[in-house]
């Protein structure tokens, strides 16, 4: 699945390129859509729920500038999961170099009892969508 997003200034430094904060920010985006358009209500994931998928780490390495305007693709993949945790890979392409990557994020979610706050099985829907997203991929 490919995420298409415009830089905006909002987005951006003072020097008019994308903040690093914000790129994650953009990055999330790209998940909450993926899980939506795979059938997830996340509304209803999260409302009354038990437990919660927190990122506990979140790491990205820019390689080239990203500017105010500019046009991004950003593509994600799964490199790791298990029934408590998984990490997303996210390959950031721009309008101005589309055939070589951007930036590259990566964010790791584990899942927990919001109460306990110890790890607990993630719900059924995000392990199905972990399965068939990283079989796709390693195929």
């Not at 990122?55 to 408590?84: K, M, V, W």
Request: charged share 20%; proline share 2%.
């Amino acid at each position: 699945m490919s995420y298409y997003r415009t830089i905006h200034l909002s987005d951006t430094d003072s020097a008019g390129v994308v903040y690093f904060a914000s790129l994650l920010s953009i990055c999330h985006e790209a998940y909450e859509k993926e899980l939506q358009l795979i059938g997830i209500d996340l509304k209803n994931l999260f409302l009354n729920s038990e437990t919660a998928i927190p990122i506990t780490h979140a790491e990205i390495d820019f390689y080239q500038p990203l500017f105010c305007g500019y046009n991004l693709r950003l593509d994600t993949s799964i490199n790791h999961y298990s029934n408590t945790e998984f990490s997303v890979i996210y390959y950031i392409f721009s309008e101005s170099i589309p055939s070589r990557y951007s930036a590259v994020a990566k964010t790791t979610h584990v899942s927990i009892d919001i109460n306990s706050r110890q790890r607990v099985t993630l719900e059924s829907s995000i392990l199905r969508w972990l399965h068939k997203k990283h079989h796709v991929i390693n195929e």
